[in-house]
């Protein structure tokens, strides 16, 4: 049973650019969240999708966009890069409903230069 | 808004020592609460979890027992080991927020042969 993959693994892009990271949620569950990780901090909240639709969001501007697939799978796109972008950013996916458990993908690492 | 406060580290031990991270919360309601694991170069790991007050968590020799009257969540371990070595985050989350994670600012432990 794969587990919550994602793709690519590092990415660098150039202030301005925009970038979309991808994820494939562990089998079975049908949520998927997005958090950002900057160096040395905890991961912050960015926006939860279910069914396709987002459901929670964090405090990220507009430049953060997602979506989700019928097949549960998610992106995240970012537009206009700043340098203060570079971070680590990390899918979870969790079964909708009562359970709290969620597991995280290994990552992205985007450095904006 | 809700948040978690952690211990600072670098924390850095000796193999067989005893290990304490503390992590207090700020949350409205009745929080669940969660520790987890960050190996170099890998996403996050679930490592424990609580979901009520009193209720004790425990994996891999790690335990940790949801405080509500000092809104705590310390984690605790016997005997460390090198493996052992890795950022610890303390984290929250209530169901009516539907699964969203808020993490503390994370725990690096260094455990010396």
């Known amino acids: 049973d794969a587990g919550v993959t994602q793709s690519p693994t590092h990415l660098i892009k150039t202030r301005g650019q925009q970038v979309t990271l991808r994820c494939s949620p562990k089998s079975g569950h049908d949520t998927v969240s997005w958090y950002q990780q900057a160096l040395g901090q905890g991961p912050q909240f960015i926006f939860q999708?279910?069914?396709?639709?987002?459901?929670q969001r964090g405090n990220f501007p507009d430049r953060f966009s997602g979506h989700q697939f019928p097949n549960y799978s998610s992106e995240l796109n970012v537009n206009a890069l700043l340098l203060g972008d570079s971070a680590l950013y990390l899918c979870?996916?969790?079964?909708?409903?009562?359970?709290?458990?969620?597991?995280f993908g290994p990552g992205t690492r985007l450095t904006v230069t | 808004g809700d948040s978690v406060t952690q211990m600072e580290g670098p924390v850095t031990l000796s193999e067989e020592a005893f290990l304490t991270i503390n992590c207090t919360y700020t949350a409205t309601g009745y929080p669940s609460l969660f520790w987890y694991v960050q190996y170099p170069g890998e996403g996050l790991q679930l490592l424990l979890k609580a979901t009520k007050a009193d209720d004790k968590g425990s994996n891999k020799g790690f335990e940790a027992t949801y405080r509500k009257e000092t809104t705590s969540f310390h984690l605790e371990k016997g005997s460390v080991q090198v493996s052992d070595s890795a950022v610890y985050f303390c984290a929250l989350t209530k169901g009516a927020a539907g699964n969203k994670l808020t993490f503390g600012g994370g725990t690096r432990v260094l455990v010396k042969p």
């Open positions: 999708y279910y069914e396709e639709e987002e459901r």
């Open positions: 979870a996916s969790s079964p909708g409903g009562i359970s709290y458990e969620q597991y």
